[in-house]
């Protein structure tokens, strides 16, 4: 199996902050990565699939980028409803593999 | 708008099988774009695929899982099922059912609630 391994595992930040993610595979998986929001007691949501390509209706705010086997997640201007945990997902293979998570906490 | 809906029990014995079912509604399940996934996650714990299914009825499993699990599909009631045999405390999750391409870019756009299961006597 494709190991997704991101870190940090938990940050915290404040409102207006920048946040970066990062999400590392164990081997190349080309842009066959996804990014996804999850807040407690809610199912994850599709903010960004194939690396960089923002989901419709996700603020432009959230970005993404990489390939190969290093990815990252960016936030910029942190607002109150990104707390949240973020998973990153490969595709690339089977069988599709989250990462363990990050948390983003407020400061 | 396209919903997903996770029925079934939420509380199973130890050895027995796990059976849940996702109807999708708003859409139809008959789509040659799709598939149709399960996904779980313990307990504050990460997020793990377990198999999907396209409307024909091929299907596709995570190998740590494959020797117990079966994911079918009833178009005609637009439902799709998850059984998951000789359960235990570690099968004890919520689970999601979840729709996704089937492109060479894949992933998991719409998700239903999700429903807690607990494996205990």
């Known amino acids: 199996d494709i190991q997704m391994t991101q870190s940090p595992s938990s940050l915290s930040a404040s409102v207006g902050d920048r946040v970066t993610i990062t999400c590392r595979a164990s081997?190349?998986?080309?842009?066959?990565l996804n990014w996804y929001q999850q807040k407690p007691g809610r199912a994850p949501k599709l903010l960004i699939s194939?690396?960089?390509s923002l989901q419709s209706g996700v603020p432009s705010r959230f970005s993404g980028s990489g390939s190969g086997t290093d990815f990252t997640l960016t936030i910029n201007s942190l607002q109150p409803e990104d707390f949240a945990a973020f998973y990153c997902?490969?595709?690339?293979?089977?069988?599709?593999?989250f990462g363990q998570g990050t948390k983003v906490e407020v400061k | 708008q396209l919903q997903l809906q996770e029925s079934g029990p939420g509380l199973v014995k130890p050895s027995e099988t796990l059976s849940l079912t996702c109807t999708v509604s708003?859409?139809?399940?008959?789509?040659?774009?799709?598939?149709w996934g399960w996904i779980r996650q313990p307990p504050g714990k990460g997020l793990e695929w377990i198999g999907s299914?396209?409307?024909?009825?091929?299907?596709y499993y995570n190998p740590s899982l494959k020797s117990r699990v079966t994911i079918s599909v009833d178009t005609s009631k637009s439902q799709f099922s998850l059984k998951l045999s000789s359960v235990t405390a570690a099968d004890t999750a919520v689970y999601y059912c979840?729709?996704?391409?089937?492109?060479?870019?894949?992933?998991?756009?719409?998700w239903g609630q999700g429903t807690t299961v607990t494996v205990s006597s």
């Open positions: 997902q490969q595709t690339y293979d089977t069988p599709q593999t």
């Open positions: 081997q190349s998986i080309s842009t066959y």
């Open positions: 979840a729709r996704h391409s089937s492109g060479l870019y894949s992933a998991f756009d719409m």
């Open positions: 194939a690396a960089s």
């Open positions: 299914i396209y409307y024909s009825g091929t299907t």
């Open positions: 708003g859409g139809s399940i008959s789509s040659s774009s799709y598939y």
